[in-house]
């Protein structure tokens, strides 16, 4: 490859790797994911730095732990001032642009890219802030309701509908998506670009066209790997979640199980079909020669594990993403060691010709680039859990097979993955000779002693400020696009026949049949 790669990142939301293929899953139906696996690198254990949307891709963007650029939960702002992929990118001569989600909270919605092609799905504001004092968090209190938690209330929603809200924003980002590709394949910008494309699907509700939803039958749809667990026999946190998600008032039955899960596997293959558009018109459009394509998901989702749902737990399905990359200069293979979304950030920048030397940001990532061409990797990763059904920041650290939970509000777990992959026993205080080292390490990279008093403090004043601004005249922080005035592309005052029509067309690039998707 002589001139610079273009670089496509497919963002899911909500997707745990271990129900793909590629990952071992045998339900789902996802053949463009499948055949990007195929001629890839799939990372088998990449985790998310935090299960929680914004979080975890304000982390993705800035290379960064999400604490430590204050990105506590939903509610807090990305803030102008952090360095992302997209800013070194577009100062390095790309393109970016982004159609879809980013969650990003603040009055700069852009953050590095040069151009949005569709507004938010979620507020910009700060109305998603957490109460602000969670310290004397008590299960079994009436909790108020706190907006952008999901409840368990949409497992028993699962089932087709003819449309709903996400499916309207998903149809939108890849019209958009693919509708760029065309026009920079037409256009005389000949920069390399950066594109994020970025879905809202799989996030619950576990809902779904029946176009989707009769992919599968019910005797199709698998049963959780490790069965429902009662609540009083679930580790402290997990049954603080238990109540964060209401679901001692809502009994659900293997039915609500199985109906979930099949809603679920059907918004998957929904989005496989959506990548598979985005793909095809990457082949049409003449790029893909020379475009390395990135697949991952912000976070996972428990889907019944252990009866639980949704996420904001450091249990591997939830935290546990699909990570593929597809450079068309490296060979296909697997990668078994441990790896993080804050990885992207340098690899992004690698794969752009950017020198390690001018990256002037400190970064909790690792350019995974060395492993595409099979060279070894090693280290920890680490995620963390703050916000919501908690009564303490939770953190972890995974290096090799081990992987270790701490807090100061409960206890300790220590998982050894090679012999127990479901996470079923806890280790910890057993003479693991590991758990000293990893204690160690989580207590050097999170200020626990201080962190819960850093986030309180900026939840109190994040209310405030959300009370405030919305308050006598608004101003809203939400992007709207651009509206097609003086659009271009269309017939206007002057065009003649044919030479406008024709300034529309776009040939087909490839000389045979289409290259392999």
């Given amino acids: 490859m002589t001139q610079k790669p273009n670089i496509i990142l497919f963002m899911v939301d909500q997707l745990t790797s ?69 800013h070194y990118l577009r100062a390095n001569g790309y393109y970016t642009c982004i159609s879809g989600k980013m969650h990003f909270v603040g009055p700069d919605q852009f953050h590095g890219f040069e151009e949005r092609l569709t507004t938010e799905i979620y507020p910009a504001d700060m109305s998603w802030t957490p109460e602000a004092d969670f310290r004397d968090y008590n299960k079994d209190e009436e909790r108020a309701y706190t907006f952008g938690v999901s409840t368990i209330d949409t497992v028993r929603d699962a089932g087709p509908v003819a449309r709903s809200m996400q499916i309207d924003y998903d149809e939108d980002v890849i019209h958009h998506a693919v509708r760029e590709l065309y026009t920079r394949a037409r256009g005389t910008d000949d920069r390399p670009f950066m594109m994020t494309v970025s879905l809202t699907h799989p996030h619950d509700p576990y809902v779904i066209t029946r176009e989707y939803w009769d992919l599968y039958a019910d005797e199709d749809i698998d049963a959780p790997q490790v069965p429902h667990t009662p609540v009083e026999e679930r580790d402290a946190h997990s049954q603080s979640l238990y109540y964060h998600y209401g679901q001692d008032k809502c009994e659900l039955s293997d039915k609500d199980y199985r109906n979930a899960r099949r809603g679920y596997y059907g918004m998957i293959s929904y989005i496989d079909d959506l990548f598979g558009r985005l793909m095809r018109a990457l082949n049409d459009s003449g790029f893909s020669e020379n475009t390395v394509v990135v697949f991952a998901s912000d976070h996972g989702d428990m889907i019944g594990e252990r009866g639980m749902w949704f996420k904001k737990t450091l249990f591997n399905p939830a935290i546990q993403v699909p990570l593929l990359i597809a450079h068309p200069d490296q060979d296909p293979r697997r990668v078994v060691v441990p790896v993080s979304l804050l990885d992207i950030f340098p690899t992004l920048l690698d794969i752009a010709g950017i020198e390690e030397d001018a990256i002037k940001t400190p970064l909790d990532g690792r350019n995974l680039m060395p492993t595409l061409r099979g060279e070894l990797l090693t280290g920890p990763v680490f995620a963390e859990h703050i916000d919501g059904g908690t009564s303490a920041p939770r953190v972890c650290v995974r290096d090799g097979d081990k992987k270790l939970v701490i807090s100061r509000a409960y206890p ?19 003479g693991d000779t590991d758990e000293a080292r990893l204690t160690q390490l989580a207590e050097e990279t999170w200020p626990l002693d201080t962190l819960l008093n850093d986030v309180i403090t900026s939840q ?54 289409h290259h392999e998707l």
Avoid at 421 to 429: D, S, V, W
Avoid at 485 to 498: A, C, E, I, L, M
């Fill in 412 to 430: 300790t777990q220590l998982f050894d993955l090679a012999a127990d992959p479901l996470e079923q026993t806890n280790i910890a205080g057993q």
């Fill in 18 to 86: 271990f129900v793909l293929k590629s990952y071992g899953g045998t339900v789902c139906k996802t053949p463009n994911i499948d055949a990007l696996a195929k001629r890839g690198t799939v990372f088998e254990n990449a985790y998310c730095p935090y299960p929680l949307c914004a979080p975890s891709r304000f982390g993705m963007m800035s290379g960064r732990l999400p604490s430590r650029i204050g990105a506590y939960d939903n509610g807090a702002e990305f803030t102008a001032s952090t360095p992302t992929f997209a």
């Fill in 460 to 513: 109190v004043a994040r209310k405030l400020i959300d009370t405030a601004l919305s308050t006598g005249r608004e101003e809203l922080w939400d992007f709207t696009p651009r509206p097609l005035t003086h659009n271009t592309k269309y017939v206007r005052r002057g065009d003649t026949f044919p030479t406008v029509e024709r300034r529309g067309y776009l040939p087909y690039k490839d000389k045979g049949p």
